[in-house]
C-alpha cells in the first residue's frame, strides 16, 4: 500500500514566521506552498519550493483567500464563481512561476482554509475552482476531500484526483471537517493522531464525531504545518504507517495508476 504524507508549508510573511517548514520537509511526501493570498510572499515561496526541491519533496499550489489577517480561515462570502476561477488562475501561475525559477515544478493544488471547507460544499465554488486548475494545466492534480462537491467538480473537469484525509481534524457527518469552532475539532497528541490515521488507512474510512464509518479512498494524510506539535506528529505518522508496511511516497507516482 502506497499513501503521501502531506503539509501545508511556506506560511510565513515578510518578518512573521510561521511552522517549522524545514523539519516538516525532513518528514513529508508533498507540500503545499501557500501563494501570498492567506500567507507567504514571493520571497518565503522561492524558499520552500527550493528546500522541497533539494529533498525531492512534491510541491503543490495551495490558493485560498486574500485574508492575511485572518489567515484565510475566515468564510468571504459573495464572491462570484468567475471570480474565484480568476483568483485561483493568479495563485496557481505565481506558483508555477516561483516554481520554474527556484528549478522545480508545481505538480498539484490544494485549496486553503475557508475556501477549500465551502468548496468541499458548494457546487459552484467547487466547479469554479476545477475549471481554473484545468484552466492553468489539465495536468494538474486536485486535492480533494472524498464524496464532496470538490471530488465531483474534478471528475467533471477529467482532473487527476488525491483524495485526502487529516490526522489533524475531526469529521462530521457529511464527511467534511468539523468547524475549528467547536470544542475538539483540531487534535494536538501525537501518538494519538497516528493511531487515528493508521486505523483510517488500514480500514480506507474515516470515523466521525457521531461514530459513523464513512468509507473513502485515501491517497494522501494531511498534517498541518502551524501547530506547535506538527513536527511531532508529523513523525509520528510516518513512523507508524512505515512500521504497518505503508510505503510512504508523493502522491504524485501513483494517482494516475
Known sequence: ??????SDLGESFGAWTMGDDAAMLDIVT???????????????????????RDRGVSVG??????????????????????????????????AIA?????GWRVTHVK????????????PAL?????????????????????????????????????REIYADRTYDDNGNLTSRKKEGAVLHDPAAAAARVLRMIEEQAVTTVSGRKLPVRIDSVCVHGDKPEAVAMAR??????????????????????
Open 126 to 162: 467547487a466547479d469554479a475552482i476545477a475549471k481554473a486548475v484545468h484552466t492553468v494545466d489539465r495536468d494538474l492534480i486536485l486535492v480533494v476531500m472524498p464524496a464532496l462537491e470538490l471530488e465531483k467538480a474534478g471528475m467533471k473537469r477529467d482532473l487527476a484526483l488525491a
Open 111 to 122: 485549496t486553503h482554509g475557508s475556501m477549500g471547507n465551502m468548496a468541499m460544499v458548494d
Open 30 to 52: 508533498s507540500a503545499n506552498v501557500a501563494c501570498g493570498f492567506h500567507a507567504g510572499d514571493p520571497i518565503v515561496m522561492h524558499r520552500t519550493i527550493a528546500a522541497a
Open 236 to 257: 509520528a505518522v510516518r513512523e507508524s504507517l512505515e512500521a504497518a508496511g505503508v510505503e510512504l511516497r508523493p502522491f504524485v507516482e501513483f494517482v494516475r495508476s
Open 98 to 102: 516561483v516554481a520554474a525559477a527556484a
Open 61 to 94: 499550489a495551495h490558493p485560498g483567500f486574500l485574508d492575511l489577517w485572518g489567515f484565510g480561515r475566515r468564510p468571504i462570502q459573495g464572491e462570484s464563481p468567475s471570480d474565484i476561477e480568476k483568483i485561483i488562475v493568479y495563485q496557481v501561475g505565481a
Open 1 to 6: 500500500m502506497k499513501v503521501d504524507l502531506n
